[in-house]
C-alpha cells in the first residue's frame, strides 16, 4: 500500500512539474532545457501589457514590437531567476519604480527604441547585478545619477540617440567597473571637466554625433584604460593642449567631421598604442585644416605615421585659397609659412 501511495504521489508531482513547465503566456514563444528557459514575444500587436502566467523559471525574456506603453510592480513578480530582459521597440512611457524589485539576477535590460522622457530615481536600485543597461532610442533629456546608485556591477552603458542636453558632473560617479559608454548622437554641447573621473575600467567611449565644441584640459585624465575614442560629428573647432596625454592605451581616435584648422604641438606624442590592433587608428578627415604654420606639427607627424590614419588623401587644405584641395602630406615647408 505504501509503494502504491509513493508511486501515485510521483505521478501527480510529475505531471504537476511537467504542467508548470510548458506553459506559455498567450501570443508567446517559450523554450525550455535544464538551466535556460526562454520566452518570446514579439511582434505581437494586439498585446498592450506584460502577458500574465510568465514560467516563474524564466530566465530570458523577451517582449519587442509590441504595443504596451507602461511596466507596472506586479510585472515581473516572482521570476527570481530572470538574467536577460528584452524590451525595445514597444511604446513604453512610463516605468513604475519597483518593477524590477525581485529581479535580482537581472544582468541584461535592453529598453531600445522606446518613448521614455524620464525614469523613477530608484528604478534600478534592486538590479544590483545588472552588466548591461540600454537606453538607446528613447526621449531622455537629462539623466538623474540616483539611477545608477547601485549599479557598480555595470559594464556597458548606452544612451545613445536620445535628447540629451547637459550631464551633470556626478552623473557616472558610481559606474567604477563600467567598460563601454554610449553618449552618441545626443545634443550635448559640453562636458562637466570631472564627468568620468570615476571610472578607471572604461575603454570605450562614444561622443560621436553631438554638439561640443571645446573640452576642458583634464576631461580624460583619469581614463587611463581607455581603448576607442569617439568624437566624430561634433563642432570641436579647437583641443587644448595635452588633452590626450594620459591615454597611453588609445588604440583608436576619431576626430572626423568638426571643425578643425589646426592641432596643438604635440598632441599625438603619447598615444604610441593608435592603431596597434587594426594598423589604423586614427581618423582626422572632414575638417577645414588651414595650412600656415600652425599646422607644422600635423604635417611633421603624418610624415612618420601616415600609416596609421584613415582615409590619408582625404586630409586636404581648406585655407589658404593658394593651396585649397591639395594634400597636407604633400606640402612643403615654404608651402607652410613658417
Given at each position: 500500500m505504501d509503494v502504491l501511495k509513493i508511486t501515485v504521489v510521483l505521478i501527480l508531482s510529475y505531471f504537476s512539474f511537467s504542467s508548470s513547465v510548458t506553459n506559455c503566456p498567450n501570443y508567446c514563444t517559450?523554450?525550455?532545457?535544464?538551466?535556460?528557459?526562454?520566452v518570446t514575444c514579439v511582434s505581437v500587436e494586439s498585446l498592450f501589457n506584460i502577458p500574465k502566467n510568465i514560467p516563474t523559471q524564466t530566465t530570458i525574456m523577451s517582449i519587442e514590437f509590441t504595443n504596451i506603453s507602461a511596466l507596472t510592480d506586479k510585472d515581473f513578480v516572482g521570476l527570481f531567476q530572470l538574467r536577460e530582459l528584452h524590451l525595445s521597440s514597444n511604446l513604453l512611457e512610463n516605468i513604475s519604480s519597483g518593477v524590477l524589485k525581485e529581479v535580482h539576477q537581472l544582468r541584461i535590460l535592453d529598453l531600445t527604441n522606446n518613448l521614455l522622457t524620464t525614469l523613477p530615481p530608484n528604478v534600478f536600485s534592486t538590479a544590483f547585478n545588472?552588466?548591461?543597461?540600454?537606453?538607446?532610442?528613447?526621449?531622455?533629456?537629462?539623466?538623474?545619477?540616483?539611477?545608477?546608485?547601485?549599479?557598480?556591477?555595470?559594464?556597458?552603458?548606452d544612451l545613445s540617440s536620445n535628447m540629451l542636453t547637459s550631464l551633470l558632473p556626478n552623473t557616472f560617479h558610481n559606474l567604477t567597473n563600467l567598460l563601454i559608454l554610449d553618449l552618441s548622437s545626443n545634443e550635448l554641447e559640453y562636458l562637466p571637466a570631472n564627468l568620468f573621473n570615476k571610472m578607471p575600467n572604461l575603454e570605450r567611449l562614444n561622443l560621436g554625433e553631438n554638439q561640443l565644441t571645446v573640452f576642458a584640459p583634464a576631461t580624460f585624465d583619469h581614463v587611463i584604460n581607455l581603448k576607442y575614442l569617439f568624437l566624430n560629428c561634433n563642432k570641436i573647432g579647437k583641443i587644448p593642449e595635452g588633452l590626450f596625454n594620459k591615454l597611453l592605451q588609445l588604440d583608436t581616435l576619431d576626430l572626423s567631421d568638426n571643425k578643425l584648422t589646426s592641432l596643438p604641438q604635440r598632441?599625438?606624442?603619447?598615444?604610441?598604442?593608435?592603431?596597434?590592433?587594426?594598423?589604423?587608428?586614427?581618423?582626422?578627415?572632414?575638417?577645414?585644416?588651414?595650412?600656415s604654420c600652425d599646422l607644422k606639427y600635423l604635417w611633421q607627424w603624418l610624415a612618420v605615421n601616415s600609416e596609421k590614419v584613415y582615409f590619408l588623401?582625404?586630409?586636404?587644405?581648406?585655407?589658404?585659397?593658394?593651396?585649397?584641395?591639395?594634400?597636407?602630406?604633400l606640402l612643403s615647408e615654404e608651402e607652410l609659412r613658417c
Open positions: 517559450c523554450y525550455f532545457s535544464s538551466n535556460i528557459t526562454s545588472l552588466a548591461s543597461l540600454i537606453l538607446q532610442g528613447n526621449r531622455l533629456q537629462t539623466v538623474n545619477p540616483s539611477w545608477f546608485c547601485q549599479l557598480q556591477s555595470l559594464e556597458w552603458l598632441i599625438f606624442d603619447n598615444l604610441l598604442q593608435l592603431g596597434a590592433k587594426w594598423d589604423q587608428g586614427l581618423d582626422l578627415s572632414e575638417n577645414p585644416w588651414i595650412c588623401n582625404t586630409l586636404v587644405c581648406a585655407k589658404p585659397e593658394a593651396l585649397r584641395g591639395k594634400e597636407i602630406k
